[in-house]
Nanobody, 116 residues
Framework: QVQLVESGGGLVQTGGSLRLSCSVSGNIFSINLMGWYRQAPGNQRELVATITSSSSTNYADSVKGRFTISRDNAKNTVYLQMNSLKPEDTAVYYC??????????WGRGTQVTVSS
């Protein structure tokens, strides 16, 4: 079992930056893929970015060039650096872990609000 705790959300103005952190504990050696997702009010949860155990990354088109996902294995932490934030980036951001056998774990989320 894997536990995920997000932090780093907050209120920022348009064009500002935030860095989200996802602290991972539990059976970390079972994890094959880490990701950040987000859900705005009235919308479905959507993929933001993923990173594999070999640090290959993938991004949603809407955040390419602005967001960067990374990992620090020594700290068991995954980050999401968000630059040039827009009001449409406002959402609850969730961390997700997928194990080698497909089991999925979610964090409880952190709110990001971008004011115009």
């Amino acid at each position: 079992q894997v536990q995920l705790v997000e932090s780093g959300g907050g209120l920022v103005q348009t064009g500002g930056s935030l860095r989200l952190s996802c602290s991972v504990s539990g059976n970390i050696f079972s994890i094959n893929l880490m990701g950040w997702y987000r859900q705005a009010p009235g919308n479905q949860r959507e993929l933001v970015a993923t990173i594999t155990s070999s640090s290959s990354t993938n991004y949603a088109d809407s955040v390419k060039g602005r967001f960067t996902i990374s990992r620090d294995n020594a700290k068991n932490t995954v980050y999401l650096q968000m630059n040039s934030l827009k009001p449409e980036d406002t959402a609850v951001y969730y961390c997700r872990a997928t194990s080698r056998w497909g089991a999925v774990s979610w964090g409880r989320g952190t709110q990001v609000t971008v004011s115009s």
